[in-house]
């Protein structure tokens, strides 16, 4: 792993003894790492991560792991709403979608990589608890991206990826639609651990919460759209999970 700088955060406070049991990876959404950095150690901003990950690679370690940091802001993920209490966050240094989002380097991908196995084997974090912001907030955030290549990460003991899903039937289910159809797509999210309401039909939650799934799983579209490779994808991450659910 490359150099890890240390660049405290005041932004922090105590996990009140919650055990950490997921990993958040984030993109900045800023013109420069050192905007970011900047910002992520303003008392005045009042946010933060744990680290810090730049472009070639070096990382900066701004909250320590045991501390609480403030990167994840409202959301849910496996019925955990305080995602912030159980969660580490890393920050990869990307202008995002606002400024001219574009691929992650290999530095930076082969650093986070390595600072991810890291902790993931401090913390016993189990892969599908390995999400990007968008999973945890699928209202309000869409980072990393659609670009950002979990596949990569899941290659090197990081994450969880699939080529491919299980046969459905059904179709195509979109905006405006509604019914038992519906309701179990919905019930499919949640029980993967998308926090969404389960009621049939097909508002601007599910859609965004579709589209979520896509970012991570079936990057090649997203449009809030659960087409039947969306579906089929859904369907074999639910039955491989429940495969290797621990006791």
């Avoid at 909250?63 to 969660?87: F, K, T, Y």
């Avoid at 499919?188 to 970012?215: C, P, S």
Wanted: with cysteine; proline share 6%.
């Amino acid at each position: 792993m490359n150099r890890v700088m240390d660049r405290p955060s005041p932004n922090r406070d105590s996990r009140n003894g919650v055990a950490v049991s997921i990993l958040m990876i984030h993109y900045t959404g800023m013109k420069t790492g050192a905007e970011a950095l900047a910002r992520l150690c303003d008392p005045e901003a009042k946010v933060s991560s744990h680290y810090l990950v730049e472009e070639d690679g070096d990382v900066f370690r701004l909250v320590p792991e045991e501390l609480r940091a403030w990167h994840a802001g409202q959301g849910s993920w496996h019925g955990i709403d305080n995602i912030n209490a159980h969660s580490i966050g890393i920050e990869l240094v990307n202008p995002g979608h606002e400024w001219g989002y574009r691929h992650f380097p290999l530095p930076q991908m082969k650093a986070l990589a390595s600072l991810s196995r890291a902790i993931i084997n401090r913390w016993d974090i189990d892969a599908f608890n390995v999400i990007g912001h968008s999973d945890g907030a699928p209202l309000r955030k869409t980072d990393p991206g659609e670009l950002f290549d979990w596949p990569y990460l899941a290659g090197r003991g990081v994450g969880f990826w699939i080529e491919g899903g299980d046969p459905v039937t059904g179709g195509r289910l979109g905006p405006g639609e509604s019914g038992v159809m519906v309701e179990a797509l919905q019930a499919d999210l949640a029980a993967f651990g998308y926090g969404l309401h389960v009621h049939g039909r097909y508002d601007a939650e599910t859609r965004a919460v579709v589209a979520a799934f896509q970012r991570h799983w079936r990057p090649a579209v997203v449009d809030g759209v659960a087409d039947e490779d969306t579906r089929g994808r859904l369907a074999r991450l639910l039955r491989i999970r429940a495969e290797t659910v621990r006791p």
